[in-house]
C-alpha cells in the first residue's frame, strides 16, 4: 500500500516554492505542481523540485487530440514525474494515445490518473451546458471504468466519489483525493470535505492537503498531524 500525504504547491513564484519547501528540512514530502506555478516557471521548476529529492504530481489535466496528448505525455515521462494527469473527457482513444507517450523506452512510466468530471461541475450545469443527461455518479463511475479499461493506474476525485470508484474499478485502482480538512479547521471554499482519518477509512490511496498545510502557523507540524492520521 503506497498510501501518502501530497502536498500542492500552490505558488506562483520560484522563490516562495522553495521558501516553503527548505520549512521541512530533510523530509521531503510528495508535492503536487499544478497549471498556476508551471506555467509561471516552466519544466527547470520541476526538474529543480525533483534534484531536492520530492515525488512530483504534475497536475495539468491535459486534454486535446491524441496525437498531441502522446507527444505532450512523452516529453512529460522526460521530466521523470511521478504522477500526472488528463481529463478522461478527452475519449479512450487519447487515453491509450497519452499512455503509450507516457510509457519510457524501459517499459517504466508515472502514474496516469484521469479526472472524472471536475468537483466544481454540478449535476445541474452537466445537463443544462454540457448536455449530459445522467446523474453525476453515473458519469463518474462511467468515465472511471473507461480509464480503467484503458489501462491507467487510477482517478482524481473528492472523498466520498472514492468508495463509488472502488466498488466498481476495484480496491487496486488508485484514488487521490482532494478536498481534506482537519475536524477543527477551516473549510475555505471546498465543499464535499473529509478529515485525513476519514479519507483512510474510505480507501483513498493519496490525499492532496493544501490550504491546511501551506496555510498553518507551522506547515510541518499540520504535514506530520496529516500522516500520522492518514498512514
Ligand atoms: O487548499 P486545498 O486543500 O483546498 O487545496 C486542494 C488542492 O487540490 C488544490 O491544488 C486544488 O486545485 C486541487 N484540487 C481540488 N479539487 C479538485 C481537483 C484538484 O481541490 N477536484
Known sequence: MNRDVIIPLDFSTRTETMDFLSLFGEKKPFVKVGMELYYAEGPQIVRDIKKLGHKIFLDLKLHDIPNTVKKAMHVLSLLDVDMCNLHAAGTIEMMKAALE???RPDGTKPILLAVTQLTSTSEER??????????????????????????????VCSPLEASLVKDICGKEFLTVTPGIR???????DQVRITTPAKAKEIGADYIVVGRPITAAKSPVDAYNRCVREFI
Do not use: C, P, W
Not at 183 to 188: E, L, R, Y
Open 101 to 103: 507517450g507516457l510509457t
Open 126 to 155: 452537466m445537463r443544462k451546458e454540457l448536455l449530459i443527461n445522467t446523474n453525476l455518479n453515473d458519469t463518474i463511475r462511467h468515465y472511471a471504468m473507461n480509464a480503467k479499461m484503458t489501462g491507467l493506474d487510477g482517478v
Open 182 to 188: 482537519f475536524a477543527d479547521s477551516k473549510v475555505d
